[in-house]
């Protein structure tokens, strides 16, 4: 199976903003919910938000919440993560995956479509 490709990862100053993209390589995205993991140096990976198949459901990662958001263009089979107000604790490589719903109880090993990541590093 194909995978995704995240992209837009940066070195930028607290306070600003980055887009990042999760582009599906060889393979449609319109039966599948994507969420959003990170990497922060020294943690594991954690999730930080997930959009539903239809787009019409989006859940966040309490520290993300206000600041995050996230969405989907089947059309350019990519999902997209817009990031304001970044903070040093935002650091991290930046993964997207595939899944079949968003719930909380999807095991990461029923993820798939896993890219390389990108990196997001905040930083004065």
């Known amino acids: 199976q194909s995978h995704f490709v995240e992209s837009g990862g940066a070195l930028v100053q607290p306070g600003g903003s980055l887009r990042l993209s999760c582009a599906a390589s060889?393979?449609?995205?319109?039966?599948?919910?994507v969420r959003w993991f990170r990497q922060a140096p020294g943690k594991g990976r954690e999730g930080v938000s997930c959009?539903?198949?239809?787009?019409?459901?989006?859940s966040y990662a309490d520290d993300v919440k206000g600041r995050f958001t996230i969405s989907r263009d089947n059309a350019k089979n990519t999902v997209y993560l817009h990031m304001n107000s970044l903070k040093p604790e935002d650091t991290g490589v930046y993964f997207c995956?595939?899944?079949?719903?968003?719930?909380?109880?999807?095991?990461?090993?029923?993820?798939?479509?896993w890219g390389p990541g990108t990196q997001v590093t905040v930083s004065s």
């Open positions: 959009i539903s198949i239809d787009g019409g459901k989006q």
């Open positions: 060889g393979f449609t995205l319109d039966y599948y919910a």
């Open positions: 995956a595939h899944t079949y719903n968003c719930s909380d109880f999807v095991a990461i090993t029923e993820y798939g479509g």
